[in-house]
């Protein structure tokens, strides 16, 4: 019984320490958010940015892994908004997967402080981010941290218009609508032998 001395009394003391509540939704009060802020993760569902199937259909759910932190300027967020999203291609209607992993970043403000962006130096505990220029800024109202507002317009801004399912995606036959992708149709030869391209090459060899 070589190993019996060992006691979890040690793991169990830290884990005391550290033990403090700190919010876990994507809506909180300012107030809950500890001096030396927080890191952020939970699940993002379709409700919580209330995106239609035109926007886009989260497979499961997304996940935020973001930074909260005070600043003399507002709280910062940054992190990343993370999963598999169902897309439907513009050119031939089919449904594909994205993996998408979306950077976020926002300052909140409270009424007293509006200003249009802000330079937030975030101190030693996130040392991988450093100096930000923060142009999205967010109102915090009612006291209220509402990352689910700023997570739906920057998700929002990340849809791409022309939404493809592969870059050279073939589309639908105009005539018959068979997905030009999966097989191919006559259509295109047909077109060169209807009556009226006929009547035209016959009245061409007259003129
Ligand atoms: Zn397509
Ligand atoms: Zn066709």
Redesign the pocket.
């Known amino acids: 019984m070589g190993m019996s001395g060992y006691t979890a009394n040690g793991v169990i003391e830290m884990a005391k320490k550290k033990v403090t509540s700190v919010p876990t939704s994507l809506k909180f009060p300012i107030l809950d958010i500890p001096k030396e802020g927080f890191h952020l993760h939970c699940d993002v569902g379709q409700d919580d940015l209330l995106l239609t199937s035109d926007e886009g259909r989260i497979v499961d759910s997304l996940h935020l892994d973001c930074d909260v932190c005070h600043s003399p300027d507002g709280v910062c967020v940054k992190g990343t908004l993370s999963g598999t999203i169902i897309r439907e291609c513009v050119r031939c209607l089919g449904e594909y997967l994205e993996m998408m992993v979306l950077p976020c970043l926002g300052l909140f403000q409270g009424e007293q402080t509006k200003i249009e962006s802000a330079t937030v130096v975030l101190d030693e505990e996130f040392p991988d981010v450093g100096f930000e220029q923060i142009e999205d800024i967010y109102p915090c109202q009612d006291g209220l941290i509402e990352l689910d507002l700023m997570l739906r317009e920057q998700f929002i801004l990340e849809t791409p218009i022309q939404r493809l399912c592969q870059p050279d995606c073939r589309g639908l036959?105009?005539?018959?609508?068979?997905n030009l992708n999966q097989s191919s149709?006559?259509?295109?030869d047909t077109v060169n032998f209807s009556p009226m391209v006929a009547a035209l090459q016959q009245l061409k060899k007259h003129l």
């Open positions: 036959c105009q005539q018959c609508g068979t149709c006559d259509c295109a």
